[in-house]
């Protein structure tokens, strides 16, 4: 069964420090993996995705990661700020019978404190 | 460019109305996507639409419907609504159904039943 799995489901760290969120799927086929971030009473916006060979991607503060070998994923939050705090998800695109399927994480939620 | 538009952005019904929902994406988009969103399960896939024909269906029972017309608008439908359909419904477009194409989503609308 295709599955996306994100830990922790909750996090409170103090502005400035950094943070690491995990994603662990079983898909298949994997076509690529894309986190997205959720501010509060809004849609989710793409930060980056990540295809089969790519182990490593940066979108400033926010870097990604992944190995395909033992399907895990992280995204990792350097020196956060205020506005960092919102819900960040998973997605991992599986192209099958033709057409893409997309399968999502339940999401972290992030809050960063002054 | 406009942004992917969902209206009404809130919505308050009773137990056993029935509601529509709209959503305009990005122009040129031919893809339109709905999911539910609660606190407890994240982002829940409802139906997914190309060129006016439905491509794939989450796991929602029928009182959850949906269309898409020709200039790519789409609505969703649900009726005889309960307590627990209580929730953010987004839509999100994309362009293309390329295995890299990002989804765009909307802002919601909130929809509470009482």
């Known amino acids: 069964k295709n599955q996306v799995e994100q830990s922790p489901q909750s996090l409170i760290i103090l502005e400035g420090k950094n943070c690491t969120l995990q994603?662990?799927?079983?898909?298949?086929?994997?076509?690529?993996l894309r986190w997205y971030k959720q501010d509060t009473g809004r849609g989710p916006v793409s930060l980056t995705i990540?295809?089969?060979?790519?182990n490593t991607k940066s979108n400033g503060r926010y870097t990604a990661t992944l190995d395909a070998d033992t399907k895990q994923s992280s995204l990792h939050i350097t020196a956060s700020q205020l506005s960092d705090s919102a819900s960040y998800i998973c997605?991992?695109?599986?192209?099958?019978?033709?057409?893409?399927?997309?399968?999502f994480g339940a999401g972290t939620r992030l809050a960063v404190h002054p | 460019k406009a942004g992917v538009t969902q209206t009404p952005r809130y919505l308050i019904k009773t137990r056993g109305q029935q509601v529509t929902l709209s959503c305009s994406p990005i122009?040129?988009?031919?893809?339109v996507s709905w999911y539910q969103q609660t606190p407890g399960q994240g982002l829940q896939f409802l139906f997914e639409?190309?060129?006016?024909?439905?491509?794939n269906k989450g796991n929602f029972p029928g009182r959850f419907s949906g269309r898409q017309f020709s200039n790519s608008r789409s609505e969703m439908n649900v009726s005889t609504l309960e307590l627990g359909d209580s929730a953010l419904y987004l839509c999100?477009?994309?362009?293309?159904?390329?295995?890299?194409?990002?989804?765009?989503f909307g802002s919601g609308t909130q929809l509470s039943v009482l």
């Open positions: 999100a477009s994309r362009g293309t159904d390329a295995t890299n194409e990002k989804l765009f």
């Open positions: 994603c662990n799927y079983t898909v298949s086929p994997f076509s690529n």
């Open positions: 990540m295809t089969f060979s790519e």
């Open positions: 997605v991992v695109s599986s192209y099958s019978g033709g057409y893409n399927k997309l399968i």
């Open positions: 122009s040129g988009h031919r893809s």
């Open positions: 639409y190309f060129s006016e024909t439905q491509r």
